[in-house]
């Protein structure tokens, strides 16, 4: 008897468990605006100018206000830009195509340097995911499907560690670290995920009531900001953290 009800009490935790990493709520937009930059397929927010840094396709890179106003842009026509973070240091983008990291001043959006991380998988179904993780003091690269696979880069952008993310979505076209959880964001199940930074499972899971969502940051008042490519919207929700 003693036996059963320690599986009881332990079927019980795992159950609790998996409820809560498969709990879905669905968000509803506080505003939306809209911006002149083509296709914008990727998204990052950066707190020391209160501007976004939005990578576009057929290698565009852009610097918008945060009313999405165009302050800024390079164009590298080879190149296919589907992701955009950035440090104290560079604005990176992440081209596709060329299985590639370009950086670029901050300031200046000049590029000086780009180094090329080798993947083997689809032309279309490349890198289209790209932050830094503080938990790790890992650089994280991410494919969008078939398969979705997670490369953690040490700070030479050397890969280090490889994940197969495929069952946690159809896809996945953006990342980012906020508030020590990664959070990513699936363009065709229209859902953001907020993941163990460790251990990479899903913790708890959105549901995003808007057409493509391509990229996805947080603002300096911790507002979820997504932005669609189809639409050219920058979507504004409250931060899903808080109840």
């Not at 939306?32 to 890179?61: C, H, M, Q, R």
């Not at 289209?128 to 880069?153: C, H, M, Q, V, Y």
């Not at 008042?221 to 920058?234: A, E, T």
């Amino acid at each position: 008897m003693r036996y059963t009800s320690k599986l009881f009490a332990l079927g019980f935790v795992l159950l609790t468990v998996i409820c809560h990493a498969q709990k879905t709520t669905k968000l509803k937009p506080t505003k939306w605006i809209s911006t002149k930059v083509p296709e914008p397929s990727d998204i990052f927010y950066n707190s020391k100018s209160d501007t976004f840094y939005i990578a576009s396709d057929d290698g565009y890179l852009f610097e918008t206000s945060a009313e999405g106003d165009i302050l800024n842009k390079v164009t590298v026509k080879t190149s296919d830009y589907e992701a955009v973070y950035a440090d104290d240091n560079f604005v990176y983008a992440i081209d596709e195509t060329h299985r590639a990291i370009h950086f670029y001043d901050p300031k200046t959006l000049i590029r000086s340097r780009i180094v090329t991380v080798p993947y083997q998988g689809g032309r279309n179904s490349g890198y289209e995911a790209f932050t830094f993780n503080k938990s790790k003091n890992s650089f994280i690269l991410i494919t969008e499907k078939n398969p979705i696979t997670l490369f953690e880069l040490d700070t030479d952008f050397n890969v280090k560690n490889q994940f197969d993310l495929s069952k946690i979505a159809r896809d996945i076209s953006s990342v980012t670290f906020h508030n020590d959880f990664l959070y990513l964001l699936s363009d065709e199940d229209r859902s953001v995920l907020k993941l163990n930074p460790t251990t990479y499972e899903v913790l708890e899971k959105w549901v995003l009531p808007v057409i493509n969502p391509e990229g996805l940051t947080f603002d300096k008042d911790g507002n979820l900001v997504v932005s669609c490519d189809d639409l050219q919207r920058i979507y504004y929700f409250n931060n899903p953290e808080k109840k």
